[in-house]
């Protein structure tokens, strides 16, 4: 799709929230009833259009704010055939908190659940071929992973999210990698019960698969590299529930392997009763490959 | 100091003594990791808690850096009313770094769960509820890995708990009485009222809460010391967050932002005769006369009435300082109106029999 970069709206309800649709006041910054921000409808580029929303999801403490963080950040550099502009410096937040806080070694805060404390990016991504070049407008929220997890427990505790899964044109699923290496059942059932959310919130019958495209995104694959050689392997053999279930109910689903941290240190104190993790390096790989993979699908 | 708060096992819902400590179902919204799950959620609850209820809870207790103070002694407030009518009085504080150690102090929210009868027994008062909640976590500790099942707790009301403060003068050169009185006159008008205050919020909003009928506080959403946040849907937030940001945020909804040293209500608005009966009462000290305003005679009545009642209140109290003739004419005015609630009645009637009484004081002794 081609098209001119434009700043006027003038056919768009600048009052109409993207995420929920609830009307709001001239003046509101965020959603009275989703907490999603205004500015994602009054800072459009297009007044024909609205945005697409590409959702990142996972479990708690899975590396998603790390994840979008590092994948605005390489978009913005140009590092590819893609590139990002990012629409209203509130855009720019997510990237910013998580390159200062990793050049200082430290990984970024927890998302708050408040969905009104939650980052929001607002991207023009555009892909440069020799030819043409293809734009795209994207929104990314970074989502607690606890909220995630609340709504998944109870579908509707978390408004923004039921609309933010219905909305979505595309997902990344990002599942703890090295915790299923190491046996554990906990990120197995947390995308199992991710698939059967959106399966309800799709309303998807036996018959007809999800057709949303989905990159399952195996994190921290640093820690168990084996899962970069073959991710659809490990998947398989790890994480067996939810690829049954992928197979069975998705209809439009890759695997990939990714990792954001080089080294890892611990550093703990006589004082302390705590174990603090310091990212010693960065050193990115497949971060951008999920992502691009679903942008094409869009 | 009135008896610790204590956790007991297998106690019959709401069955505490009318003297007793009071029993109620408790859950605790914290953030932890175990073998089910990792990060904030409801951690333990007692076996009363119903789904719903978990939901709510989730939904409106405060996660990271959510509370106002970012320091280890911060402390906030919410109480809140259930889907299933209950009432949810939250204690919230900071209990140790945050569990996956990426920064930040990890929040903890210690909820009691009141049914209709406890939490009439605290005077529908949030502060009280959350003085004996501060007393049990004093004595136990935050629970961060609950041991086995979570039973009712028994909260202590004692007069340390249970008895509104007596302070009403400035504090840091801020009448803050006035604020409370004004917040109140905003909650009566169904508004919903964002409150900076860097100082005292407990005692502020318990000065609110019970300058207010009965009926009115006690389904009041409030949050103290905990930031604002749209989708907690709270009608009365006390906060101490940097005004710019927070009228940013709050462009565009139907939130009065007030500060604590700011303007109080316009004269002459509604409520104002009650505003200024109350100021008066609790400045002499009155606080009992207040209590049995908004608790026993207020119950029942619109909030139109108020003014009203607060005439008829400021009219008995002048029976004192008037002359005979005064006093005559008085009575005679209230005589001929027949008041339409019955706490007018009520009102009234002791305004005619203080009159009354007044008058045979102020007779002159005859000679035989």
Same mark, same amino acid.
């Given at each position: 799709?081609?098209?001119?970069?434009?700043?006027?709206?003038?056919?768009?309800?600048?009052?109409?929230?993207?995420?929920?649709?609830?009307?709001?006041?001239?003046?509101?910054?965020?959603?009275?009833?989703?907490?999603?921000?205004?500015? +994602?409808?009054?800072?459009?580029?297009?007044?024909?259009?609205?945005?697409?929303?590409?959702?990142?999801?996972?479990?708690?403490?899975?590396?998603?704010?790390?994840?979008?963080?590092? +994948?605005?950040?390489?978009?913005?550099?140009?590092?590819?055939?893609?590139?990002?502009?990012?629409?209203?410096?509130?855009?720019?937040?997510?990237?910013?908190?998580?390159?200062?806080?990793?050049?200082?070694?430290?990984?970024?805060?927890? =998302?708050?659940?408040?969905?009104?404390?939650?980052?929001?990016?607002?991207?023009?991504?555009?892909?440069?071929?020799?030819?043409?070049?293809?734009?795209?407008?994207?929104?990314?929220?970074?989502?607690?992973?606890?909220?995630?997890?609340?709504?998944?427990?109870?579908?509707?505790?978390?408004?923004?999210?039921?609309?933010?899964?219905?909305?979505?044109?595309?997902?990344?699923?990002?599942?703890?990698?090295?915790?299923?290496?190491?046996?554990?059942?906990?990120?197995?059932?947390?995308?199992?019960?991710?698939?059967?959310? /959106?399966?309800?919130?799709?309303?998807?019958?036996?018959?007809?698969?999800?057709?949303?495209?989905?990159?399952?995104?195996?994190?921290?694959?640093?820690?168990?590299?084996?899962?970069?050689?073959?991710?659809?392997?490990?998947?398989?053999?790890?994480?067996?529930?939810?690829?049954?279930?992928?197979?069975?109910?998705?209809?439009?689903?890759?695997?990939?392997?990714?990792?954001?941290?080089?080294?890892?240190?611990?550093?703990?104190?006589?004082?302390?009763?705590?174990?603090?993790?310091?990212?010693?390096?960065?050193?990115?790989?497949?971060?951008?490959?999920?992502?691009?993979?679903?942008?094409?699908?869009? | 100091?009135?008896?610790?708060?204590?956790?007991?096992?297998?106690?019959?819902?709401?069955?505490?003594?009318?003297?007793?400590?009071? /029993?109620?179902?408790?859950?605790?919204?914290?953030?932890?990791?175990?073998?089910?799950?990792?990060?904030?959620?409801?951690?333990?609850?007692?076996?009363?808690?119903?789904?719903?209820?978990?939901?709510?809870?989730?939904?409106?207790?405060?996660?990271?850096?959510?509370?106002?103070?970012?320091?280890?002694?911060?402390?906030?407030?919410?109480?809140?009313?259930?889907?299933?009518?209950?009432?949810?009085?939250?204690?919230?504080?900071?209990?140790?770094?945050?569990?996956?150690?990426?920064?930040?102090?990890?929040?903890?929210?210690?909820?009691?769960?009141?049914?209709?009868?406890?939490?009439?027994?605290?005077?529908?008062?949030?502060?009280?509820?959350?003085?004996?909640?501060?007393?049990?976590?004093?004595?136990?500790?935050?629970?961060?890995?609950?041991?086995?099942?979570?039973?009712?707790?028994?909260?202590?009301?004692?007069?340390? =708990?249970?008895?509104?403060?007596?302070?009403?003068?400035?504090?840091?050169?801020?009448?803050?009485?006035?604020?409370?009185?004004?917040?109140?006159?905003?909650?009566?008008?169904?508004?919903?009222?964002?409150?900076?205050?860097?100082?005292?919020?407990?005692?502020?909003?318990?000065?609110?809460?019970?300058? $207010?009928?009965?009926?009115?506080?006690?389904? +009041?959403?409030?949050?103290?010391?905990?930031?604002?946040?749209?989708?907690?849907?709270?009608?009365?937030?006390?906060?101490?967050?940097?005004?710019?940001?927070?009228?940013?945020?709050?462009?565009?909804?139907?939130?009065?932002?007030?500060?604590?040293?700011?303007?109080?209500?316009?004269?002459?608005?509604?409520?104002?005769?009650?505003?200024? $009966?109350?100021?008066?009462?609790?400045?002499?000290?009155?606080?009992?006369?207040?209590?049995? $305003?908004? =608790?026993?005679?207020?119950?029942?009545?619109?909030?139109?009435?108020?003014?009203?009642?607060?005439?008829?209140?400021?009219?008995?109290?002048?029976?004192?300082?008037?002359?005979?003739?005064?006093?005559?004419?008085?009575?005679?005015?209230?005589?001929?109106?027949?008041?339409?609630?019955?706490?007018?009645?009520?009102?009234?009637?002791?305004? $005619?029999?203080?009159?009354?009484?007044?008058?045979?004081?102020?007779?002159?002794?005859?000679?035989?």
């Amino acid at each position: 799709m081609n098209r001119p970069y434009t700043t006027q709206t003038q056919e768009r309800d600048d009052t109409q929230c993207l995420i929920c649709g609830t009307r709001n006041e001239d003046a509101a910054v965020q959603c009275i009833e989703c907490s999603a921000p205004m500015a +994602l409808v009054r800072d459009g580029t297009d007044p024909q259009s609205r945005p697409k929303v590409v959702t990142i999801l996972g479990d708690s403490n899975v590396g998603k704010t790390v994840y979008l963080g590092f +994948l605005l950040d390489m978009l913005s550099q140009h590092t590819t055939d893609y590139q990002a502009i990012p629409i209203g410096a509130y855009s720019v937040n997510v990237q910013q908190n998580v390159i200062s806080h990793m050049a200082c070694r430290m990984f970024p805060p927890k =998302t708050p659940m408040e969905a009104d404390q939650w980052h929001w990016a607002y991207y023009q991504i555009c892909k440069r071929t020799s030819r043409k070049e293809e734009w795209l407008d994207l929104v990314i929220p970074d989502i607690a992973g606890e909220s995630l997890t609340a709504e998944l427990a109870n579908p509707n505790t978390f408004r923004v999210i039921n609309s933010l899964a219905g909305k979505s044109a595309g997902m990344l699923l990002l599942l703890d990698a090295p915790q299923a290496a190491n046996g554990s059942s906990q990120p197995d059932f947390f995308g199992v019960k991710m698939l059967t959310y /959106l399966d309800a919130v799709h309303r998807a019958d036996r018959r007809s698969r999800v057709q949303m495209p989905t990159a399952v995104v195996l994190c921290k694959a640093d820690m168990c590299p084996e899962c970069f050689d073959d991710p659809r392997h490990f998947t398989e053999v790890n994480l067996s529930r939810l690829w049954n279930l992928c197979q069975s109910r998705l209809g439009n689903v890759e695997f990939f392997a990714c990792s954001a941290v080089g080294s890892l240190a611990y550093a703990t104190s006589p004082e302390e009763d705590f174990v603090t993790p310091i990212p010693l390096h960065t050193a990115l790989r497949g971060v951008l490959e999920p992502f691009e993979w679903v942008v094409q699908q869009l | 100091m009135g008896r610790p708060a204590t956790v007991i096992g297998g106690a019959p819902a709401g069955s505490a003594a009318a003297d007793g400590p009071i /029993l109620c179902d408790q859950a605790i919204f914290t953030s932890t990791h175990s073998g089910v799950g990792e990060g904030y959620r409801v951690v333990a609850a007692s076996p009363g808690i119903r789904a719903i209820e978990k939901v709510e809870i989730t939904r409106r207790s405060p996660s990271h850096g959510s509370l106002c103070g970012q320091d280890g002694d911060a402390v906030g407030l919410e109480a809140y009313t259930l889907p299933t009518r209950r009432r949810c009085v939250a204690y919230c504080c900071h209990a140790g770094c945050e569990q996956t150690a990426r920064g930040g102090l990890r929040v903890y929210t210690h909820v009691a769960v009141l049914d209709r009868a406890a939490w009439g027994r605290f005077l529908a008062n949030p502060v009280a509820v959350h003085a004996a909640l501060a007393q049990h976590i004093r004595a136990t500790g935050p629970v961060l890995r609950p041991a086995g099942r979570l039973e009712k707790i028994a909260l202590a009301l004692t007069p340390a =708990t249970a008895s509104p403060s007596s302070t009403n003068g400035p504090v840091g050169g801020v009448h803050w009485l006035d604020c409370a009185l004004a917040v109140a006159s905003d909650l009566l008008s169904r508004r919903q009222v964002i409150v900076l205050a860097p100082a005292t919020p407990l005692r502020l909003l318990e000065k609110v809460l019970l300058s $207010l009928p009965l009926e009115v506080r006690e389904n +009041l959403d409030v949050s103290v010391g905990v930031k604002f946040s749209a989708s907690r849907k709270m009608r009365l937030v006390v906060t101490a967050e940097p005004e710019t940001e927070l009228q940013r945020r709050i462009a565009g909804l139907d939130v009065l932002l007030r500060r604590l040293d700011g303007p109080a209500g316009q004269p002459g608005t509604a409520f104002a005769a009650w505003e200024r $009966l109350l100021r008066r009462w609790w400045r002499e000290g009155r606080s009992q006369d207040v209590t049995r $305003l908004t =608790t026993e005679l207020c119950r029942g009545i619109s909030c139109d009435a108020l003014d009203r009642i607060a005439a008829i209140c400021e009219d008995t109290d002048a029976v004192d300082g008037l002359a005979p003739e005064e006093i005559r004419s008085l009575t005679a005015r209230y005589s001929t109106v027949y008041p339409p609630t019955k706490a007018e009645q009520t009102l009234v009637q002791e305004l $005619l029999q203080k009159a009354t009484d007044r008058l045979a004081d102020l007779q002159p002794p005859t000679d035989n």
